[in-house]
């Protein structure tokens, strides 16, 4: 009895492999991407937030102004 492993066998698990290693460098490419989304949406999330309040602040300020157009309209 022999411990060789036919050649087709070898061809497919060297393809398999090859496969599973491709596609674990995309995972961490996929990764580094969501995470660098993350932090951008973050970013955007606490400007719109700094807008708001100030938004916020101006409108507590006063009455808004009329909606009426000017008389010489």
């Known amino acids: 009895m022999t411990d060789e492993v036919p050649s087709d066998v070898t061809d497919r698990l060297d393809t398999l492999e ?7 460098q995309m995972l ?3 990764s580094e991407v969501m995470n660098d989304q993350r932090t951008e949406f973050d970013l955007i999330k ?10 916020h602040a101006v ?6 102004p009329e ?6 309209w």
């Open 28 to 30: 961490q490419e996929l």
């Open 46 to 55: 606490a400007r719109l937030n700094q807008f708001l309040d100030r938004i």
């Open 67 to 72: 909606s009426r157009p000017p008389p010489h």
């Open 18 to 24: 090859a496969h599973i290693a491709h596609q674990d």
């Open 59 to 64: 409108e507590a300020q006063g009455p808004a």
